[in-house]
């Protein structure tokens, strides 16, 4: 699923492209893009007809879009979804689910007359919310548990590192725990632990407080490379609001380079089951724990 990196990368698309213009119309194309909605299409659409995007926003891998109405336009990427902004006269994408198109007036009139959401797999969706109050600011609903990420002005990490170490569990099922810092998947995961030389079974009451902060600041450090280079894209599933696909994957120092030699001392990188998944490290600098 798309991580804190390449949701940005959607978000910031949405803001430059799509903030600012008015719906005048939905067209739901599969209900399963809408199931999460109460009323299915039409109520999605009678809440969004009429209604301004102001802002794109995002917490961790979540992203919504503000509307002009205290309400929110929540995305669901899933595994394969992707919000485009397209021309009206574009060819519709093969998998294409749900159309907002905007009106044609106004200053922000040739930023693309649509936004598509396409999802091959259907596991995506979007959804119409009311925001609450949650630490300082307003968020969906389905948002206000969710804990703020290391690329938030106000992430406390003083705060993380001792919720973390207050934990009775391993160190990247913690780092998977979006209640607790959000935006960290599978992948960077993965890489942030290589970095901070530290095992993924490492149990989190025994980490120092070094430790956290060590393992929290390459997960910051990975997340804003991959950023930069567009997020991570292993195939044309991830993509940003005009179908570009980032290139981090080049970058990745284990994730996905089993049996290839760790950048830092040679030894081939292994790879271990890990909650259905997969995950990838160096046997050399990432000791297993004596407990295990």
């Not at 999460?36 to 009678?46: K, M, V």
Request: a positive charge; aromatic letters at 6%.
């Amino acid at each position: 699923m798309p991580e804190l990196p390449e949701v940005e990368v959607v978000r910031r698309g949405i803001a430059d492209h799509a903030v600012g213009r008015t719906v005048t119309s939905v067209e739901v194309l599969h209900p399963r893009s809408v199931r999460r909605q109460p009323g299915g299409g039409t109520e999605l659409a009678a809440r969004l007809a009429g209604r301004t995007l102001v802002a794109a926003r995002r917490r961790g891998k979540f992203l919504w879009i503000d509307l002009d109405d205290d309400t929110a336009l929540l995305a669901h990427l899933g595994m394969s979804g992707q919000l485009l902004v397209q021309p009206g006269d574009r060819q519709d994408e093969k998998h294409l689910r749900v159309r907002l198109r905007f009106s044609e007036e106004g200053e922000h009139a040739d930023r693309g007359a649509e936004l598509r959401f396409v999802d091959q797999r259907t596991f995506g969706g979007l959804t119409a919310v009311d925001t609450v109050e949650s630490d300082g600011e307003r968020v969906p609903v389905p948002v206000a548990h969710i804990g703020r990420d290391p690329l938030d002005p106000r992430f406390d990490l003083e705060a993380a590192v001792g919720a973390y170490r207050r934990r009775r569990t391993e160190l990247k099922r913690a780092l998977l725990d979006q209640t607790v810092v959000s935006g960290i998947g599978n992948i960077y995961a993965d890489e942030a632990l290589w970095r901070a030389r530290l095992h993924s079974l490492r149990p989190t009451a025994r980490l120092t407080r070094p430790d956290v902060r060590n393992v929290l600041g390459a997960a910051t450090e990975v997340m804003t490379e991959a950023l930069a280079q567009g997020g991570t894209s292993f195939d044309a599933l991830y993509v940003d609001v005009h179908g570009e696909s980032g290139y981090f994957e080049r970058s990745l120092a284990v994730y996905g380079r089993e049996d290839e030699p760790c950048y830092r001392c040679g030894t081939a990188i292994r790879r271990s089951a890990f909650m259905n998944r997969s995950s990838y490290w160096c046997p050399r600098c990432q000791r297993v724990p004596r407990h295990t």
